[in-house]
T-cell receptor
Framework: KAGVTQTPRYLIKTRGQQVTLSCSPI?????VSWYQQTPGQGLQFLFE???????NKGNFPGRFSGRQFSNSRSEMNVSTLELGDSALYLC?????????????FGSGTRLTVV | AQSVTQLGSHVSVSEGALVLLRCNYS??????LFWYVQYPNQGLQLLLK??????LVKGINGFEAEFKKSETSFHLTKPSAHMSDAAEYFC?????????FGAGTRLTVKP
């Protein structure tokens, strides 16, 4: 059974640009969540999608957005990149019950903003 | 809102020694609790989870954790550390599908 797949693994962008990250969950998992990981702030919750609907949202500015497709694949987008957006972005999937039963994480996309 | 505190950002043990990583939580309702491990340049891997079935939870790689409601703790232990256990460990609490992580504890294992 394939795990959670995130693409790309590494990305370098310039301040002011936008970026789109992709996540393919484990087959049969309908919930996808996104986290930002930085040395200073640790793991911070961005948002969760279930059946193409945003079910939960963290405390991030509107520059951070996401969506989920009918096949449960998810994308997150960051517009007008800032240096502080440099981070490891982790995607996690779970069954319909969501976080209560635990997440399976992907290997992440490391975004560097220069 | 729920939160997690991991005591000690760095823990160093000798190979073969006991591993004890501390986690305390706050939650207004009975929580779901998790321990994850992260190796360099990788995502998080689930070690074990507490979902109210049993207070002593056994996980992968010889780790276990005990839920103590009176102490609001969920400490992670392993009787004998191995070099391959060197990694960062995260405790997490979930209420109503909202998973919050602790700041993490970096475990170093000395030969």
């Amino acid at each position: 059974k394939a795990g959670v797949t995130q693409t790309p693994r590494y990305l370098i962008k310039t301040r002011g640009q936008q970026v789109t990250l992709s996540c393919s969950p484990i087959s049969g998992h309908r919930s996808v969540s996104w986290y930002q990981q930085t040395p200073g702030q640790g793991l911070q919750f961005l948002f969760e999608y279930f059946s193409e609907t945003q079910r939960n949202k963290g405390n991030f500015p509107g520059r951070f957005s996401g969506r989920q497709f009918s096949n449960s694949r998810s994308e997150m987008n960051v517009s007008t990149l800032e240096l502080g957006d440099s981070a490891l972005y982790l995607c996690a999937s779970s069954t319909g019950q969501g976080a209560n039963y635990g997440y399976t994480f992907g290997s992440g996309t490391r975004l560097t903003v220069v | 809102a729920q939160s997690v505190t991991q005591l000690g950002s760095h823990v160093s043990v000798s190979e073969g020694a006991l591993v004890l990583l501390r986690c305390n939580y706050s939650s207004s309702v009975p929580p779901y609790l998790f321990w994850y491990v992260q190796y360099p340049n990788q995502g998080l891997q689930l070690l074990l989870k507490y979902t109210s079935a049993a207070t002593l939870v056994k996980g992968i790689n010889g780790f276990e954790a005990e839920f103590k409601k009176s102490e609001t703790s969920f400490h992670l232990t392993k009787p004998s550390a191995h070099m391959s256990d060197a990694a960062e460990y995260f405790c997490a609490v979930v209420n109503n599908n909202d998973m919050r992580f602790g700041a993490g504890t970096r475990l170093t294992v000395k030969p």
